[in-house]
């Protein structure tokens, strides 16, 4: 059965957000809110959780997964990250940006590109994802709550509940969501290269 918490977007309430982490640490697949779009979590660890996701989205084999990190500290456990790219990171976190870099050994092989080896990271300016993260000790391995064959994702908590709560362990009512997705950068080349469009300044990375 498929729980529902109101939590406050500014200030989460800790008791919810210790019930969240236990779920995530069972097993379980989360819809809550970030700083842009509602998203989908699990645990990284968790292989059956991961799959759901991926047949709730229909993701292809090579979708590149996303971690939501709580800040940059945990960023060089899960990706490589140099000078040039932290600078960046450090500059632009938190924030509506997704960064991808190449994957760490820490970060299991199902969650890569299959070719590139690279990972989705990002540290979103949502006090209640931070909380989660905070209260897991690692990143929540998010995608976007996109469902197949529609062009924005799922917004409202109630419409969420009704459209796929049977297929979610826990949904999160942080207030409206927006319709918008991150803006995700290619760190992985020698300069910095967009590769969507989304919430976000994207010109700062094309200068």
Do not use: W
């Amino acid at each position: 059965m498929c729980q529902f918490f109101v939590i406050h977007p500014m200030t989460p309430q800790p008791r919810l957000i210790r019930r969240t982490a236990e779920i995530l640490q069972r097993g379980g697949v989360i819809a809550y809110p970030t700083d842009t779009a509602y998203a989908l979590g699990c645990c990284m660890g968790e292989r059956e959780a991961v799959e759901r996701i991926r047949r709730l989205r229909k993701l292809h084999e090579r979708h590149n997964f996303t971690l939501a990190c709580r800040d940059l500290s945990d960023i060089g456990t899960y990706a490589k990250v140099g000078n040039n790219a932290f600078r960046l990171l450090k500059a632009h976190t938190p924030g509506p940006y997704t960064f991808v870099l190449p994957a760490t050994g820490e970060v299991p092989r199902r969650l890569q590109h299959p070719k590139r080896k690279t990972i989705g990271i990002r540290v979103p300016d949502s006090a209640v994802a931070n909380a989660i993260c905070a209260e897991l000790g690692a990143p929540l391995m998010t995608t976007t709550l996109l469902l197949p064959h529609e062009d924005l994702p799922l917004t409202d908590p109630e419409l969420i509940r009704e459209r796929i709560g049977a297929q979610l362990d826990l949904i999160i009512d942080g207030g409206a969501g927006g319709l918008e997705l991150s803006t995700v950068i290619d760190l992985t080349g020698e300069t910095p290269a967009v590769i969507r469009r989304g919430v976000g300044n994207a010109a700062v990375f094309e200068a």
